[in-house]
């Protein structure tokens, strides 16, 4: 869901099942590229943890007011975010 916390703009995602009264905030941080940044409060970019072993590239999560997706493999040179959570296990 689309939300702003503490005057930034974002997605809250909340858990299911046992997990359903938790919740993780998502700040729109935008991305970056060099020493550039970009859509800061418009669209969230976020890595995931897992890279392609082999390759430049990597999973990550996109989303905007309108919009959550997993996207496919892009670069992991581009500026994006990582979201630590603590006492996460796979």
Known sequence: QWTRMNGVEGSVVC???EDAS????????????G???????????????????GSNNSWYLFFSSSSHTVHNFDYRGYGRSVRPVLGFTK
């Open 22 to 33: 938790k919740s993780i905030f998502f700040p729109a941080a935008g991305d970056g590229s």
């Open 15 to 17: 858990g299911r099942g």
């Open 35 to 53: 020493t550039s940044f970009y859509h800061s409060g418009l669209y969230g970019y976020y890595w995931s943890p897992d890279p392609d072993s």
